[in-house]
């Protein structure tokens, strides 16, 4: 299967996957300056590439443990959803959850993707819904 990739800026770099069994692939920066994250702070951070995905899947944007254990950096949004019919340019929102600042450079690997399947539903409004052993049971009813 493959994802046409449209390559919006000259110094953009192709998606990759790290290793041969990876289910992500690491998208990296298009940037023509640093971009320092302050702590507590976030950023837009441009990837100068866009994609057209098969019918049927969505782009889920996720953060890279590396970035995350290391540095405090996460995608704020994870996992950011890039819908099938999105033709625009791949952006990550950055967050720096560190007391540090953060550097941003052109090339950096800054985010995971993951392609997975997904179905639409007709919605159906009901008076009752199926009974379940958990029932209404919310946030913690399940136990640590």
């Keep these: 299967m493959k994802i046409q990739i449209k390559l919006l800026k000259q110094n953009a770099i192709l998606p990759e996957y790290k290793s041969e069994l990876a289910s992500g692939f690491d998208i990296s920066s298009c940037i023509e300056s640093d971009v ?10 441009s990837t ?3 994609f057209a995905l098969p019918n049927g899947f969505e782009a889920q944007v996720r953060s890279r443990s590396g970035l995350a ?3 405090g950096v996460f995608v704020l949004n994870s996992p950011g959803t890039i819908d099938n019919d999105y ?3 791949i952006s990550v929102i950055l967050a720096n959850f560190s007391s540090n600042p953060f550097t941003v450079t052109h090339g950096m690997r800054i ?13 159906e409004i009901c008076n009752e819904l199926s009974e379940t ?5 919310g946030f ?5």
Excluded at 36 to 45: E, T
Excluded at 133 to 137: D, W
Excluded at 140 to 144: I, M, W
């Design 87 to 89: 033709r625009g340019e």
């Design 111 to 123: 985010a995971q993707v993951v392609i997975t399947k997904y179905h639409q539903f007709a919605f």
């Design 36 to 45: 320092v994250i302050m702590p507590q702070s976030f950023a837009l951070i």
């Design 140 to 144: 913690g009813s399940t136990g640590v």
């Design 69 to 71: 254990l290391k540095n």
């Design 48 to 50: 100068g590439i866009a």
């Design 133 to 137: 052993k958990r029932g209404g049971g």
